[in-house]
């Protein structure tokens, strides 16, 4: 069994552009994840946490998570 692998805040941002883009071409959630080479579970929670935002805002989002969190 392989670790996981952490996707950076702006890999998350492109994913979810790509995935907006395969839906308007009309494949359905397991296919854009399995596309995205992710879990249709982990896109999900991205969209909760990432939807609506650009490259710069989801780092910023995501190392303010991590002052919150006390591991920076």
């Known amino acids: 069994m392989s670790g996981r692998k952490r996707h950076s805040a ?9 995935a907006d883009e395969l839906a308007a071409a009309g494949q359905t959630g397991e296919q854009i994840a399995a596309d995205l080479g992710v879990s249709a579970a982990t896109l999900y929670n991205w969209r909760r ?4 935002v650009d490259t710069d805002g ?3 989002l995501k190392e303010l ?3 919150a969190k ?3």
């Open 10 to 18: 702006e890999d998350i941002v492109r994913k979810l552009r790509r």
């Open 49 to 52: 946490q990432y939807g609506g």
């Open 58 to 60: 989801a780092k910023e």
């Open 65 to 67: 998570r991590e002052i």
């Open 70 to 72: 006390g591991k920076f």
